[in-house]
């Protein structure tokens, strides 16, 4: 390796690591200009924890669903671009992880640590990827829905490839026969990828949030000039039709402008016995 390839190395692997340049000079010697494995040399001197690039913002990638047995499990990872996202690196790293994920149950410490197909820790392939494409890559958010208790089925919006997307919803139901539950759970699991309802109903609404919101819509009306004595009637209607529009079972039914999800579920239940257990909706990049 001459010294113009070596300089070149030596500013891509401190650019990756935030190591200063003595350390990875010897990081490279020591691997023969192996960048990804000069990473692993300086993680495992205690010198590289992080690499620079994980301070950047990470708001692209995949959202992936996995299921079996009536069991499903979904995991978000994020990229930079939207480009990385269509990599096939990429996709072919989220798949391997989407099938961890499920063995782990959503238990990310034991996904970090979970051997991969080429023997290396999830976290070390993860460390590897970001030196190969350059972007910051992050595992985010996962979750696992077991059989018990319920029916569990999942939605993916646009799918790019079977079970992956850039938005997936899942809703356990309970109650009813198979049937019933197979068709519904299916419909309103595509209702809440499309509605991203906070609660299934009006009191699991985080407390924190209807505060935050009410704050909000008091200022709104005082600045808009309404008297001071009018506030709190004004708000209460706008804070019940917060909480309307974002509790599950009260939200207008996206296939029918005329009914609410809970008419719905009345409507498909023979025995009138369905009730929504639990629900999750992953968005690529969310919250971000």
């Known amino acids: 390796m001459s010294n113009k390839e070596l300089l070149e190395n030596i500013k891509k692997l401190r650019e990756l690591t935030g190591v ?25 001197k205690g010198i590289a924890k992080a690499s620079k690039k994980m301070s950047r913002t990470a708001s692209e990638g995949l959202v992936l669903a996995q299921e079996h047995e009536g069991q499903v499990s979904i995991i978000e990872i994020n990229s930079e671009t939207d480009f990385v996202a269509k990599n096939e690196d ?3 790293f989220c798949k391997e992880l989407s099938e961890i994920n499920f ?10 640590s979970y051997k991969t197909k080429n023997g290396q820790t999830v976290e070390d392939n993860l460390v590897s990827l970001i030196a190969k494409i350059g972007e910051k890559i992050t595992i985010r958010r996962a979750n696992f829905f077991n ?3 319920g029916v569990n089925s999942f939605y993916v919006h646009s799918a790019i490839e079977k079970n992956i997307g850039k938005i997936i919803a899942i809703v356990k139901l309970e109650g009813g026969t198979s049937k019933e539950i197979k068709e519904l759970g299916t419909k309103i699991a595509m209702h809440v990828a499309a509605s991203n309802p906070l609660s299934i109903t009006e009191s699991g609404i985080d407390k924190k949030i209807v505060d935050k919101e009410l704050e909000i819509i008091k200022a709104e009306i005082i600045n808009s000039g309404k008297p001071a004595e009018m506030v709190d009637k004004i ?6 039709k917060f909480l309307n529009d974002n509790s599950l079972l009260n939200q207008i039914w996206i296939m ?16 009138g016995q369905i009730k929504i257990k639990d629900f999750i909706r992953f968005k690529v990049g ?3």
């Open 235 to 240: 708000s209460k209607g706008k804070i019940n």
């Open 256 to 271: 029918d402008s005329q009914k609410k999800v809970s008419d719905v579920i009345k409507e498909n239940s023979s025995n």
């Open 20 to 44: 200063g340049f003595k350390d990875c000079k010897l990081a490279l010697d020591d691997t023969k200009g192996d960048i990804e494995k000069s990473i692993e040399f300086l993680r495992k």
């Open 90 to 92: 990429f996709i072919s």
């Open 103 to 112: 063995i782990c149950k959503a238990n990310l410490e034991k996904i970090n």
């Open 286 to 288: 969310e919250g971000v």
């Open 147 to 149: 059989n018990e208790n």
